[in-house]
Structure formats: C-alpha cells, structure tokens
C-alpha cells in the first residue's frame, strides 16, 4: 500500500523557521519526482516545489524561492521541505506527492502549517 | 506565472452531465499533452481521476472523461451521483518544466 505521511507542521511567528518532512513507502521512492503543493485557507492548489530522484535538481514557484528548499534522503524514502522566512501568506495545508510526468499519483493528508504572531 | 483559469463553480443533477473548463495559453495547456485533473475533498489527499488529457488511472470510473482544444482543456462528469461533489483542479506542465494548478472548481450536486 502506498503511504506519505507529512509531519512537522504547526504555528510558528512571522520569519521563522520550520522544516516539514514525508515518509514515504509503497512505491520506489528513489526513482520518482517528488513535489510539494500547497494549499491556503479558502484557495486552491498551488505547486510550491519538486525535486528530481537523485536530489541534483530543484524546481520553485516564485513566490517562495530564496526561502524554501526541498530536499530528500532515498535511503530513509523521506522527502523534506525547509520553510525560512515564513510570511502569513505562507499559512497553508503543505501536501507531499510524488510526480510522473507532470502528474501527482500519490499524495499525503497534508500538514498545517500556520504563521502567525 | 498566474493560474489555469477554471469556473469558480459547476452544477447538476443526479445523471446529467456537467462539464469543466480549464483555459490557459500556449505556454501551457495549449503545449502540452500533460494536463491532468485532480479531484479534491475537503480535508483529504487529492485524487488523480484524469491525466494526460483524457486518460484515467486504474480505478476511476469512466463517467469521468478529459479532452482538449487549443488552449482549454475540460473535464466532463456524465451521468452525475451525489459523491461526485467535491472541488476539481486542473494542472498543465509549463514551459519551465514545472505544474500549475487552475483555480479550482466546486462541483455541486443538486
């Protein structure tokens, strides 16, 4: 059965810090994409970053480049997100899943992350 | 870059059929074959019910059905059921070799 689980979340003041991380088992890990979107009170799906099966690559939605990075260990199947300067707008349900083709086949629950004072 | 741009909302009752928009430029959905659609319960993971345009992974049923013209694709629901409700996302490969999501859509079953 395939499982990603995200943890991690919580709130956290505006320009801090927080690292949010995916377990993932089921599916081969180390040969997928994987992605993380997210999602806002009250809006829709945003993609915020994906990261190639070796970990050489990185890909950023604008609007969070120079504050997040994405991360993975293929040997522990875990998929990471490190969140710095964390503004309100950042307040969002952060979902990990894997990518194929520019397709997500499998998803997490998601974890909350919310930024506030 | 901004997102697919689908209707806020979309209705029907129980057996007819609704269809969903999702219209973006030549960068995007009129590039590329990987447009996908996602179908969103409050709470839950989202779930892939259609990619590279009109193709369904193992499972979904066939009332859901894809296509494209140009630079809009659509999602279309025939023969409606209560549990169809729910918020769709349409997703393109971009240029940069990244996704963007559209809006989204409520789907409401009358």
């Known amino acids: 059965e395939v499982q990603l689980v995200e943890s991690g979340g919580g709130l956290v003041q505006p320009g801090g810090s927080l690292r949010l991380s995916c377990a993932v088992s089921g599916f081969p890990f180390m040969i997928h994409y994987m992605s993380w979107v997210r999602q806002a009170p009250g809006k829709g799906l945003e993609w915020v970053a994906k990261i190639n099966p070796d970990g050489s690559g990185q890909s950023y939605v604008d609007s969070v480049k120079g504050r997040f990075t994405i991360s993975r260990d293929n040997a522990d199947n875990s998929l990471f997100l490190q969140l710095t300067s964390l503004r309100a707008e950042d307040t969002a349900v952060y979902y990990c899943?894997?990518?194929?083709?520019?397709?997500?086949?499998?998803w997490g629950q998601g974890t909350l992350v919310t930024v506030s004072s | 870059q901004s997102a697919l741009t689908q209707p806020p909302s979309a209705s029907g009752s129980p057996g007819q059929s609704v269809t969903i928009s999702c219209t973006g430029t030549s960068s995007d959905v009129g590039a590329y074959d990987h447009v996908s659609w996602y179908q969103h319960y409050t709470g839950k993971a989202p779930k892939l019910i259609i990619y590279e345009v009109n193709k369904r992974p193992s499972g979904v049923p066939d009332r859901f059905s894809g296509s494209k013209s140009g630079n809009t694709a659509s999602l279309t629901v025939s023969g409606l059921q209560a549990e169809d409700e729910a918020d769709y996302y349409c997703t393109s490969r971009t240029g940069r070799g990244t996704v963007i999501f559209g809006g989204g859509t409520k789907l409401t079953v009358l």
């Open positions: 899943a894997s990518e194929y083709w520019f397709r997500f086949d499998y």
